[in-house]
């Protein structure tokens, strides 16, 4: 995990957008410090743009919407730190957080204190099976998104040798161990198995072992910061093993510290709202800021159309109306026609395959 530590007066500051005076108070909450800040930029940016949007409508039951942003760095206890202050400035509902050691953990405290919760980017079942009915997400879970690469790789790489790594997170592991086992029910039984310590810059010793063994496929449950360096140290020693992984290889960052390493590396992740015709507006308004809204920036959008939707329905703020609404609604959002089962999953279009060429990625063919 990230050892990052930020001192706790300054883990939340406010944003405020529209008036001074503004009532319906919500936030986003992820890591906005830290290797993995890339994500954290892209949840504040679409977060921004919504309330932008909003508040330019009029906002919401006659009040506009104010910001707050937290972050938490992906480290569980700074995450519950950042819960804490959000309760203690009246947040209506969190947009967040990220890692899904982070969203769990807070996930608590926005229980017991009447928050909605709404993550854009926790994939770890464990989130949404606690029993909360104020805990939601906008994007798959890792038994969803395990299987489908382990489907994806029994077919395309056939007879190949599988590597499987993981980083000791949450959100790591799970994914990795739920790959792992719908491979081996496919009959598919990895090479190697090996968990890695996030964070660190030289990875020869694994790089070795994976070269040892002659491994094709490399399956990592990890972030785009570890990935890069791996599959580029890699490349350095001669293994040429194709990369495949789950959301967090969905940044520009992957590529700028893989480089041409990265090239055919796959990952999985939801359909990219960006080429939905119908989102043209509110992409080019975000890149007419200086930023390309990938990854994560229009699942926080999403996601605050989604409650905004749900509480203007319920004509209240009341976290059992909120919850009565948003269990019980389609809404109308930059991700298409969502909703939430009874515990809180969005009703999910599925995973598909992205691949990285040339510093970009496209839906594999």
């Known amino acids: 995990m990230l050892k990052t530590t930020l001192c706790a007066g300054v883990a939340v500051f406010a944003l405020g957008v529209g008036m001074a005076n503004a009532e319906i108070v919500i936030a986003v909450a992820g890591p906005m410090t830290g290797s993995y ?3 954290g930029e892209q949840a504040l940016k679409g977060a921004e743009q919504a309330v932008k949007d909003i508040n330019a409508k009029g906002g919401v039951l006659g009040e506009k919407l104010k910001l707050e942003v937290g972050d938490d760095a992906c480290d569980p206890k700074q995450a519950v730190a950042v819960a804490n202050q959000f309760v203690n400035k009246g947040v209506k509902a969190v947009i967040g957080h990220f890692c ?7 996930s608590a405290v ?35 998104q395990g299987p489908t690469a382990a489907e994806m790789i029994a077919k395309k790489f056939k007879g190949k040798k599988v590597a ?19 491979l081996n029910e496919l009959g598919v039984q990895e090479v190697m198995y090996e968990a890695y310590t996030a964070g660190e810059k030289d990875y020869s010793a694994l790089v070795t072992k ?3 063994a002659n491994i094709d496929v490399i399956y990592l449950g990890g972030y785009h910061s570890e990935g890069g360096l791996i599959i580029r140290q890699a490349k ?6 194709t990369l495949i992984g789950g959301d967090a290889l969905g940044t520009s960052e992957f590529a700028a510290i893989a480089g041409k390493a990265g090239d055919g590396t796959l990952f999985s992740f939801n359909p990219d709202p960006r080429k939905d015709p119908a989102n043209k507006k509110v992409v080019e308004a975000i890149r007419a800021g200086g930023y390309e809204p990938e990854g994560y920036t229009l699942y926080t959008y999403g996601a605050i159309q989604a409650y905004t939707q749900a509480i203007a329905a319920a004509k209240s703020t009341k976290v059992a109306d909120a919850n009565k609404a948003m269990h019980g609604m389609t809404f109308d ?14 009703k999910a279009p599925g995973f598909v395959f992205y691949e990285w060429k040339n510093g970009a990625f496209d839906y594999v063919n």
């Open 333 to 346: 959002t930059v991700l298409g026609k969502v909703g939430f089962d009874a515990k809180g999953d969005m």
């Open 100 to 106: 899904s050691g982070s969203s769990i953990p807070a």
């Open 110 to 144: 926005y229980q017991e204190e009447g928050i909605v919760q709404i993550s854009y980017g926790s994939t770890n079942p464990k989130l949404t099976e606690q029993g909360f009915a104020n805990v939601y997400r906008v994007c798959g879970r890792d038994d969803q």
């Open 236 to 241: 350095e020693q001669g293994l040429n093993a």
């Open 164 to 182: 499987i790594l993981q980083d000791k997170t949450a959100y790591g592991k799970g994914l990795a161990d739920e790959t792992k086992k719908k």
């Open 210 to 212: 994976l070269k040892q």
């Open 37 to 39: 800040a890339s994500f």
